[in-house]
Each structure stands twice: as structure tokens, then as C-alpha cells.
């Protein structure tokens, strides 16, 4: 699955259908911390809105949620520190991504799309 790209001046270029591993992996590690902020972000709205209906249950399924958020980031912490060590010169082709079904992630783990990390829209199907 894994290739090596040609070595003599041309590791900047990848050939047709072949992603960088270390960029793929770069780009994956943003894609879940942008969604740990939004799981974070969920957490607190959730709290405020439960604020009167604290039972246990609530306080549980809340922490459940704050640990996903938690899981989220250092899951972007290790794949980030995955990306810096993975050889510059490791591709995986472009065909890993073909299930991935939101059209707009596809692009932006390709390098296609241009990161919207300030202007987080969710994608309605």
C-alpha cells in the first residue's frame, strides 16, 4: 500500500493519484482537532443547556462527551507527532480516501480544499 516516491530531486513532486503520507497524516491530525474544539464546544453548550436537569445520568453522559473531546486532541497530538518522524518521501495512494463520503473532508485531506478551521459550517446531507 505504501510506495516510495523517486528520490533524485523529485520527492517534492508526487506523481498522479500518490498523496504524502506525512501530509495526509498532518492533515488528518487538523481534521480531529478541529473536531475535538467542536466536541468541546458541543460539551459546553450541552452543560448549559442540562444545567437544571443535573441528575447523574446527565452528569455521566456529559463527561462522556468531555472525554470524547479529551480523546479527540491527543489523538491530533499523536498524529501530528506521527507526521514529523514519517519519512518525506512515503506515499499512499490517492484511492485510501475513496470512502470517505463528505465530498468537502476528501478534498481537504488531498490538499485540494483550503483549511476553514475559522469558519467550522457543518456539512448537511
Known amino acids: 500500500m505504501f510506495a516510495q516516491a523517486p528520490t533524485a ?8 493519484g500518490l498523496l504524502s ?7 488528518v491530525a487538523h481534521e480531529i482537532e478541529v473536531n475535538s474544539v467542536l466536541a468541546s464546544d458541543f460539551h459546553d453548550v450541552v452543560s448549559e443547556l442540562a ?6 445520568s446527565v ?9 470524547i473531546s479529551q480523546t479527540l486532541a491527543e489523538i491530533g497530538i499523536f498524529l501530528t507527532t506521527i507526521s514529523a518522524i514519517c519519512p518525506s518521501d512515503q506515499t499512499v495512494p490517492e484511492s485510501v480516501l475513496d ?7 476528501r478534498d481537504r485531506l488531498q490538499g485540494k480544499a483550503p483549511d476553514v478551521t475559522g469558519s ?4 448537511l446531507w
Open 9 to 16: 530531486g523529485m520527492a517534492q513532486m508526487k506523481p498522479s
Open 21 to 27: 503520507l506525512r501530509d495526509l497524516l498532518s492533515r
Open 51 to 56: 444545567a437544571e436537569n443535573m441528575t447523574a
Open 59 to 67: 452528569i455521566e453522559r456529559l463527561q462522556a462527551l468531555d472525554l
Open 99 to 105: 470512502d470517505i463520503r463528505l465530498a468537502d473532508l
Open 120 to 123: 467550522v459550517d457543518p456539512e
